[in-house]
């Protein structure tokens, strides 16, 4: 019987010490940090991971994560120093370099370190958006804005034992209603422009055309004067080869061009009224002359030859 009892009471202590064994042992892992707890007051903390050990049901732990975290802020509107209303949309990335400090400012927790963080850049936001105008933030000095957000931001976020990595602006434009005024005075001057453009294409294009018609004009006046010269110069080297043949053999010079005109003027529905003995037919006379023909009868309402 006190065997047994004995027996019990070992594996009672047995299961006790596996039980503190177990409860004394706890791991880090290499995302995650720890604030070890005595009856609720911190003691220590550990950031190496692997296995680590705490008193058994005294000290608990508390684990926070040592990971970057992301932070979306919420669209806001801003007046730039130049008057112009902005439309700002950002995002945070941050991470926990204090757990002790951390968990006495916010609770350890994420959810509440992202409101005070969320207000604490959203200030930061604004008073750099208020120092700087339109361009600057838009443009020019967009890094150099950033990193004035995330500096003055890292102040307040020391407080909570947050270290802010970075800030970045993802839009930043004019409200809906200004981008739309903004457009249409943009389409109206790029409008405008254009009217320009084609203005001064069609002056050009008329300058163009009128400069062709005055050319092509003066390249026709020279062809015809070239063509009338040449014409002349044929004609008056016809002149001369007809002269030297003449010049030649006259009888037979006139003998071929009153065959040529024989041949002209004899053609079919051609009269003539000429008299028989006329120079024209010289060369139908023979020796001794040709008979007088038969002066035919002169068509009606012709006047009879003088």
Do not use: C, W
Not at 56 to 79: G, M, N, Q, Y
Not at 156 to 172: K, L, M, P, T
Not at 192 to 205: D, K
Not at 211 to 234: H, K, P
């Amino acid at each position: 019987m006190n065997r047994n009892i004995l027996g019990g009471f070992l594996a009672i202590l047995a299961v006790a010490a596996l039980v503190a064994g177990y409860s004394a042992l706890y791991t880090v892992a290499q995302t995650e940090q720890v604030i070890v707890l005595r009856f609720g007051q911190p003691v220590d903390t550990v950031t190496e991971p692997g296995l680590h050990v705490k008193v058994p049901f005294i000290e608990t732990v508390v684990r926070i994560d040592k990971r970057i975290l992301d932070l979306d802020l919420p669209e806001r509107e801003a007046t730039a120093n130049d008057q112009k209303r902005l439309v700002v949309d950002a995002f945070s990335r941050y991470r926990i370099t204090n757990p002790l400090r951390f968990r006495q400012a916010v609770s350890a927790s994420v959810e509440q370190a992202n409101v005070r963080l969320t207000a604490v850049l959203t200030d930061a936001l604004l008073e750099a958006i208020r120092s700087n105008n339109f361009e600057h933030v838009v443009r020019d000095r967009r890094d150099q804005i950033m990193a004035r957000i995330r500096d003055q931001a890292n102040r307040e976020a020391d407080r909570f034992g947050i270290q802010i990595v970075d800030v970045r602006i993802r839009r930043a434009d004019l409200p809906e209603q200004n981008s739309k005024a903004v457009f249409e005075r943009m389409q109206s001057e790029r409008a405008q422009e254009a009217a320009q453009i084609r203005a001064r294409g069609a002056e050009q294009a008329q300058g163009i055309r009128a400069r062709s018609e005055r050319d092509a004009q003066v390249i026709v006046a020279e062809a015809n004067r070239d063509a009338e010269i040449q014409r002349g110069q044929g004609e008056a080297e016809k002149t001369r080869i007809l002269a030297e043949a003449f010049g030649a053999n006259q009888e037979f010079f006139a003998f071929s061009r009153s065959m040529d005109a024989y041949e002209k003027s004899m053609r079919a529905g051609t009269r003539l009224v000429l008299a028989p003995d006329s120079a024209f037919f010289r060369f139908f006379e023979q020796s001794g002359g040709l008979p007088a023909p038969a002066r035919p009868a002169a068509p009606a309402g012709t006047p009879a030859p003088q």
